[in-house]
């Protein structure tokens, strides 16, 4: 992570998929403030070090985010700073979040016109959150077979 965060200011999209005990808080964080042009950020859910620390870090300096999938160690703080910081965000994943609720979940949507797509955890109660969806459609997808469910107000 230091490399690229040294060597890669203009990178608009990372990927770091499978399980690594060496990916940490410390690289992403150095990357995140260095790679301020991100757009794209998708993460493993089996990144077991990649913390809330991380997500708010992605958040408050890649304010252009597009796209992001979130680690099984991201909840709330991660939802909530992509809510006031990524106004243009289109869609976000959070299938392997484990502690994300329905609160934040709502502010992201009510804080974030452009969200198009959600894909949910399996553990949020769907109607907990299309109750207080203030948009005419979003598409959201649900569980670990993800079944797409194509919400109309």
Do not use: W
């Amino acid at each position: 992570m230091y490399a690229l965060a040294a060597n890669c200011p203009s990178l608009t999209a990372v990927s770091i998929g499978g399980y690594n005990e060496h990916v940490t808080d410390g690289g992403m964080t150095v990357l995140f403030e260095a790679c301020q042009q991100l757009h794209s950020v998708r993460l493993s859910s089996k990144l077991l070090k990649v913390t809330d620390t991380s997500g708010v870090s992605l958040a408050r300096n890649c304010r252009g985010l597009v796209s992001i999938t979130l680690t099984a160690t991201m909840g709330n703080a991660t939802v909530n700073q992509l809510a006031a910081s990524c106004k243009q965000v289109q869609e976000v994943d959070l299938h392997g979040a484990r502690s994300v609720t329905c609160d934040a979940l709502q502010q992201l949507v009510a804080s974030c016109p452009a969200l198009n797509k959600i894909v949910l955890p399996q553990q949020l109660q769907l109607d907990c959150v299309v109750q207080q969806l203030p948009r005419c459609s979003l598409q959201v997808v649900v569980g670990p077979e993800l079944q797409v469910l194509g919400l109309q107000h």
